[in-house]
């Protein structure tokens, strides 16, 4: 078990990030950008080689090729490539290893400055510029004492790099028999569509929500009409499908909060995040999800869900 795991207990809507930055040259001079990311994600930083640098055949041109890493060939993305900056160049940049969707990349930036713990209420969602953007890279902002910081999408970055396209490839053709309705929280805008999309060929209802707290709010609401109509919340929504990173409150703390009320807990709740493998599975026990699913399994959620839905009932009805 990792120090995180110890210090930050699962679905007090808390989380560590890591903040680095990149300085852009600019006609005004130097600007410093700031991000942040998970510290989940993150397994190492190192520093980069000497003479890395991108090639024309490149699948992107922020693909800077591979380096070495003990018994890894580590793929490497330059990050001011990729967000359209005009990286300015310095000794001794590092390299931001990162673990996610099953895969193992390193993220060249400027510097890395610290580790700060904060809660997800304090990262908002993107501004209305952000949100706009083409490549859809900003997740949320944080303000660390003077400063904003930009939760980036690494999940974006990658899935951009693929040319094979096979995330939006991996298009359910699993159909229930039975209509089911199911609220899906995710905080990012192309996720949420291709989930939506899915669930919906798959003879779905699909309530939508950007992210926990908004779920929240929404489960709140048909908690008050299953009470007032004196019926089970499990006769308005079958099963509530949430992404794990999201500003407001994350999908561990929607989780618990569904799971220790009193008239909520009766909903199947399944966790759907690229943070999920074998080492995190305890995270979502912890909270009592029903099911949890990495986000590159796009194809099989549905059919996960599906299979969530016919055993709650079963369980329920016996």
């Known amino acids: 078990m990792s120090q995180q795991d110890i210090l930050l207990e699962t679905g007090t809507n808390e989380l560590e990030i890591i903040e680095f930055?990149?300085?852009?040259?600019?006609?005004?001079?130097?600007?410093?950008?700031?991000?942040?990311?998970?510290?989940?994600?993150?397994l190492e930083v190192v520093e980069a080689p000497d003479g890395l640098t991108g090639s024309e055949a490149a699948v992107h041109p922020s693909f800077l090729g591979t380096i070495p890493l003990r018994d890894l060939i580590l793929p490497v993305v330059d990050?001011?490539?990729?967000?359209?900056?005009?990286?300015?160049?310095?000794?001794?940049?590092?390299?931001?290893?990162?673990?996610?969707?099953?895969?193992?990349?390193?993220?060249?930036?400027?510097g890395v400055t610290q580790i700060h713990r904060v809660n997800w209420a304090e990262v908002e969602p993107p501004s209305k510029y952000f949100s706009s953007m083409d490549s859809n890279c900003i997740t949320g902002t944080i303000k660390i004492n003077d400063r904003f910081v930009l939760m980036l999408?690494?999940?974006?970055?990658?899935?951009?790099?693929?040319?094979?396209?096979?995330?939006?490839?991996?298009?359910?053709?699993?159909?229930?028999?039975?209509?089911?309705?199911?609220?899906i929280a995710d905080d990012s805008t192309s996720v949420r569509e291709l989930l939506r999309t899915n669930f919906t060929n798959a003879n779905f209802e699909v309530t939508l929500a950007y992210d926990g707290a908004e779920a929240w709010a929404k489960l709140e609401a048909?908690?008050?009409q299953s009470q007032k109509e004196d019926r089970s919340p499990l006769d308005y929504l079958d099963v509530v499908v949430s992404d794990v990173e999201m500003p407001q409150m994350d999908?561990?703390?929607?989780?618990?909060?569904?799971?220790?009320?009193?008239?909520?807990?009766?909903?199947?709740?399944?966790?759907?995040?690229?943070?999920?493998?074998?080492?995190?599975?305890?995270?979502g026990k912890a909270v009592m999800a029903d099911a949890q699913v990495t986000k590159p399994e796009f194809n099989g959620l549905t059919a996960k869900v599906i299979d969530l839905i016919e055993s709650w009932r079963e369980k329920i009805q016996g």
């Open 222 to 224: 048909i908690k008050a």
């Open 251 to 283: 999908g561990y703390t929607l989780t618990r909060k569904i799971k220790e009320d009193p008239i909520l807990k009766v909903l199947p709740v399944t966790l759907f995040s690229s943070l999920i493998s074998k080492s995190v599975l305890h995270k």
């Open 79 to 110: 990050l001011s490539v990729w967000l359209d900056l005009h990286r300015a160049e310095d000794l001794n940049e590092p390299i931001i290893v990162t673990e996610f969707n099953a895969m193992i990349t390193g993220f060249l930036v400027s």
């Open 21 to 42: 930055f990149i300085h852009e040259e600019t006609e005004r001079g130097l600007v410093t950008h700031y991000f942040g990311v998970n510290v989940a994600k993150v």
């Open 153 to 183: 999408d690494l999940e974006q970055v990658l899935a951009d790099l693929d040319e094979s396209g096979s995330t939006q490839a991996n298009l359910s053709d699993i159909v229930s028999d039975e209509r089911y309705h199911a609220m």
